[in-house]
C-alpha cells in the first residue's frame, strides 16, 4: 500500500518462495489467471483469503483483448515475441496496474477510507494506472508526466478522460524531475493534511513488479520448459520489468541470462559493462518511455549485489543524482552473472524495425526494436531460447512511420476516438512546492 518507504528507499521481500523445478513444469496447462495465482499468491497470503485474491486476478485480466492474455510468437529457431500490448491501454504496464486498482479497491473498499494515488510516467505507466483506478471511488489519481516528451498516443490515452477523480499534471521537465518530485512527496506528505493515505503506482511499489513476475513463467512454459532453460531481452528504462525477472530467477524459473536493452539513454548499460553509472543529460529519442537516467528499481537489484548491506546503498543513493556510483568488483561481477547489456540508438531502432518487417512482416514499436536488437546480438548461450518482451502496441508511437517508410499502424477500435477527444490536463513548474500546493487545492477545495 506504502510503495515507498519512510526512508526513502524502496521495500524488497525479506525472502523469496521457491518452487522447484518439477512444481513449475506442473503448471503447463493452466490459464494465465491460474498461473498468476500460484506465483504470486505465497506473497500476500497472510493477508488475503484465496477466493477473494483469485477474484481480483480473473477482474485484472477481464479486459484483455486477446483470450491468452500474452500470446508469444515465435519467429526463428530461437527467437519469440512475449506480446503485452493487449490489455486496455496496449502496454505491459496494464499487467501490473489493472491488478493494482483492484487490489486497492478490495483493500479500501471495505473502510472507507481515502487514498491518493501519485505517479510518474515516461509514456504508459501513467495511462495504465488511470485505466486501472478510474472507477475506485475512493481513490484520486494525480499522474506527472514531462511536458511534450511523451508520444501524442501515450498523453491522450491520459489526458482524455473526463473524471472528477483523474488529474493529469505535465510538468516542465523531464521524467526523472516527474519521479524525483514523486519520491519527494511520498518522505514529506504534509500537504495531504493527515486527511489522506498516498498510494505509489510506479514500479517503486512493489505489487507492480508482482504482477510483471508472471509472464516470465508463462513464457517458459509455453516454450514447453527448456531443458536448457531460457533467455529474456527487455527493453529497459525504469529497471522494474527486468527486475520482475530477476525475482523469477531467485524463485526458481531456470532464467540462463536477462539482456538489459536501453535506448541512447544508456547509464544502465554503461553501469552493466563499463561500471561506469555517471549520470548525463536526457535526451528525447524515438523510444520515449525510456528516455530515463535515474532508474529507480535499479536500487533494488543494488541491494542484492551489496550483500543487503543498507548502510551501504543509502550512501550510494545520496550520490546517484548528481555525480558518478561506483560499484565494488564484487558487486558488479554479481550483477554480469544474471545480466547483460546492450544499447540501441535511434538509427538502430528504425534499421531493426525495417528489417523485422520485410524479413516477418510484423510490426515493431520502437521499443520493442530495442529488445530485438539486442537479442540479435547476443551470442552466448547458442540454442537457447530468447524471448524478447514486447511492450507496447507500435500504434501507440505513429510518428516512427516518418522514419521507417511503414504504414502508420491503425488504433484499435476502442481507442480510436482518443485522437479527437477534448484534452483535460495542467500545465505545472518543475517545482516540489507547486505541484504539492495543486495536488492539495483539488483535494480540498
Known amino acids: 500500500m506504502t510503495g515507498l518507504a519512510t526512508d526513502g528507499g524502496l521495500y524488497v521481500p525479506e525472502y523469496l518462495p521457491q518452487f522447484p523445478e518439477d512444481l ?20 500476500v497470503e497472510d493477508n488475503i483469503d484465496e477466493i477473494s485474491f483469485q477474484r481480483i486476478l480473473d477482474k485484472s485480466y477481464a479486459k484483455f483483448r486477446d483470450t491468452s492474455i500474452a500470446p508469444l510468437k515465435q519467429f526463428d529457431e530461437k527467437n519469440w515475441i512475449l506480446e503485452l500490448f493487449h490489455g486496455p491501454t496496449l502496454a505491459f504496464k496494464d499487467f501490473a496496474l489493472q491488478f493494482l486498482g483492484n487490489l486497492l479497491d478490495h483493500i479500501v473498499g471495505s473502510k472507507n477510507e481515502k487514498l491518493v494515488v501519485l505517479g510518474a510516467t515516461s509514456g504508459d505507466t501513467g495511462s495504465a494506472a488511470i485505466e486501472g483506478c478510474k472507477d475506485c471511488r475512493n481513490i ?4 506527472l508526466h514531462p511536458h511534450n516528451r511523451v508520444s501524442d498516443v501515450q498523453r491522450r490515452q491520459m489526458t482524455t478522460i473526463n473524471k472528477s477523480n483523474i488529474h493529469n499534471i505535465a510538468i516542465s521537465g523531464n521524467f526523472d524531475d516527474c519521479q524525483a518530485i514523486v519520491k519527494k512527496s511520498f518522505s514529506e506528505q504534509e500537504f495531504l493534511r493527515g486527511e489522506r493515505r498516498l498510494i505509489a503506482v510506479n514500479s517503486i511499489n512493489f505489487a507492480r513488479i508482482l504482477a510483471q513476475i508472471v509472464y516470465y513463467f508463462w513464457s517458459y512454459l509455453r516454450i ?16 522494474g520489468d527486468v527486475f520482475a525477472g530477476y525475482i523469477a530467477l531467485g524463485m526458481g ?3 540462463k541470462k536477462l539482456i538489459v536493452a536501453t535506448n541512447s539513454n544508456d547509464i544502465l548499460h554503461r553501469c552493466i559493462n563499463n561500471n561506469d553509472h555517471s ?6 529519442s524515438l523510444a520515449p518511455s525510456m528516455d530515463i537516467m535515474i532508474s529507480s528499481n535499479f536500487e533494488r537489484l543494488l541491494f542484492d549485489a551489496f550483500e543487503r548491506d543498507s548502510s551501504k546503498i543509502r550512501e550510494l543513493m545520496e550520490k546517484v543524482t548528481n555525480s558518478s556510483i561506483q560499484l565494488s568488483e564484487r558487486s558488479i561481477l554479481s550483477i554480469r552473472d544474471n545480466f547483460w547489456s546492450y544499447r540501441c540508438d535511434d538509427r538502430e531502432i528504425v534499421s531493426t524495425i525495417k528489417s523485422f518487417y520485410k524479413k516477418n ?9 530495442i529488445g530485438v536488437s539486442a537479442s540479435m546480438a547476443y551470442e552466448d548461450d547458442a540454442g537457447i531460447p530468447i524471448v524478447t518482451l514486447s511492450t507496447a502496441h507500435p ?4 510518428d516512427v512511420s516518418k522514419y521507417t517508410n511503414l504504414l502508420t499502424p491503425e488504433l484499435p477500435e476502442h481507442l480510436k476516438s482518443i485522437l479527437l477527444d477534448e484534452e483535460y490536463y495542467s500545465i505545472v513548474d518543475n517545482c516540489q512546492n507547486r505541484v504539492e500546493s495543486f495536488i492539495s487545492k483539488k483535494l480540498f477545495t
Open 24 to 43: 513449475i513444469t506442473s503448471w503447463s496447462s493452466l490459464t494465465y489467471e491460474e498461473l498468476a495465482f500460484k506465483v504470486m499468491y505465497p506473497f
Open 140 to 143: 484520486d489519481v494525480f499522474i
Open 361 to 369: 512482416n510484423y510490426l515493431l514499436d520502437p521499443h520493442t526494436a
Open 395 to 398: 500504434a501507440k508511437f505513429p
Open 279 to 284: 549520470p548525463r543529460e536526457v535526451n528525447a
Open 253 to 255: 524459473l531456470p532464467i
Open 224 to 239: 514447453n520448459c527448456p531443458k536448457e532453460g531460457i533467455i529474456f531481452s527487455v527493453p529497459t528504462g525504469n529497471f
